[in-house]
Each structure stands twice: as structure tokens, then as C-alpha cells.
T-cell receptor, first 112, second 107 residues
Framework: KAGVTQTPRYLIKTRGQQVTLSCSPISGHRSVSWYQQTPGQGLQFLFEYFSETQRNKGNFPGRFSGRQFSNSRSEMNVSTLELGDSALYLCASTLFTQETQYFGPGTRLLVL | GIQVEQSPPDLILQEGANSTLRCNFS?????LQWFHQNPWGQLINLFYIPSGTKQNGRLSATTVATERYSLLYISSSQTTDSGVYFCAVSGANNLFFGTGTRLTVIP
């Protein structure tokens, strides 16, 4: 089975712009979670989607949003980018919830 | 949220040495996972271990849920074991990560 894929792998944006990141889970997996990793804050949970519904959301401002499509692919969007949004964004998929999470390679976002 | 503490924060080993990494968590959890993050940022799942002991080759893990800790054992370390090891626990839904243990294995 193919693993979790994320696109793009690298991205450079400027402050004020918006960005959309994509995650394709392992075939058959229905749950997708998103995480932000920064040197200062470590790995932090953003949100989880299951069957196109957001099940849970971390403590991030409303500029961070996401969605999941009927084929389980997920996108996250960050609007009005700030310098502090520079991070590695990781997505993980599981068959259902509360199970082993399989991570994608991540998208490295740099905001200038 | 659940607090997750990992120790030690940094560890330098000679190739062939053994090590034990510890993860303490502040509340009862539904699951606990250990991950290895390689230098390129990829997180690799090592163990899904809410309780008990599991072994996979040179790695093994033990979780004592009643005492709220988990241990990851690495035996006969190799340079490819270098990277950051994370423990992550889940309560209701979210996965909470520790700050990691950075392992450097020297040839």
C-alpha cells in the first residue's frame, strides 16, 4: 500500500498570503489528523477529520481551517499568514480513530 | 490537555551501546505510541502500546498505564537509530506529543 502523501513538500510564502496544503491518506483509512511542528512549540495537534467531519480541533486561531473530501483526502488552509506560521506541517492517517497513526513526509512552510 | 514529559532530552551513545528512554504522562490515556523522527522530518511509528510490553527487533517498549509511564529500549544501537524519539498519548481524541529525546549514535 502507498503511504501517506503530502503536497507540496516545500513552500515559501509572504506574510498576509494564504496557503493550502493537501494530504492523501493510506488507501482505506478514513481518519486524517494534522499537526504543526516548530522548534519552539514542538508537535501540536491542529485538527482531526473522520468521514468528512471535523471531530476535534486543537488550540489554534480561526486562520487555520481544514476539510476532508469523500475520498478521505484532506486539505488544510492557513489564511493571512504570519511569520510564526513557518513550520513543518504533518498529516497522519488511521483506519478509524484511536489507532496507530501513520504520518506523511510533511510540508515545510516558510513565511517571509 | 495531557502533559507528556520525556527524558533524557539528549542522549549520545557509542555504536553498540544500549539505552532506555522514558515517557511520563499526567493522566490516564487510551493509547500511547512511540515514534522516531528521522533527520528529514519523517515520523515513523515504532510501537502502539497502551499497556504491556512489545518487541520489534532491537527495540522494545513497556507501558505501565497504572503508573503513567512508558519506556523505550534500544539495544545494540546503530548510527541509523539517530534522530528524535517521541512519545505521544491520546486521551479523548487528540494526540499529545512529548518534547522528544534526541539520540545521537556515534560510530
Amino acid at each position: 500500500k502507498a503511504g501517506v502523501t503530502q503536497t507540496p513538500r516545500y513552500l515559501i510564502k509572504t506574510r498576509g498570503q494564504q496557503v493550502t496544503l493537501s494530504c492523501s491518506p493510506i488507501s482505506g483509512h478514513r481518519s486524517v489528523s494534522w499537526y504543526q511542528q516548530t522548534p519552539g512549540q514542538g508537535l501540536q495537534f491542529l485538527f482531526e477529520y473522520f468521514s468528512e467531519t471535523q471531530r476535534n480541533k486543537g488550540n489554534f486561531p480561526g486562520r487555520f481551517s481544514g476539510r476532508q473530501f469523500s475520498n478521505s483526502r484532506s486539505e488544510m488552509n492557513v489564511s493571512t499568514l504570519e511569520l510564526g506560521d513557518s513550520a513543518l506541517y504533518l498529516c497522519a492517517s488511521t483506519l478509524f480513530t484511536q489507532e496507530t497513526q501513520y504520518f506523511g513526509p510533511g510540508t515545510r512552510l516558510l513565511v517571509l | 490537555g495531557i502533559q507528556v514529559e520525556q527524558s533524557p532530552p539528549d542522549l549520545i551513545l557509542q555504536e553498540g551501546a544500549n539505552s532506555t528512554l522514558r515517557c511520563n504522562f499526567s493522566d490516564s490515556v487510551n493509547n500511547l505510541q512511540w515514534f522516531h523522527q528521522n533527520p528529514w522530518g519523517q515520523l515513523i511509528n515504532l510501537f502502539y502500546i497502551p499497556s504491556g510490553t512489545k518487541q520489534n527487533g532491537r527495540l522494545s517498549a513497556t507501558t505501565v498505564a497504572t503508573e503513567r509511564y512508558s519506556l523505550l529500549y534500544i539495544s545494540s544501537s546503530q548510527t541509523t537509530d539517530s534522530g528524535v524519539y517521541f512519545c505521544a498519548v491520546s486521551g479523548a481524541n487528540n494526540l499529545f506529543f512529548g518534547t522528544g529525546t534526541r539520540l545521537t549514535v556515534i560510530p
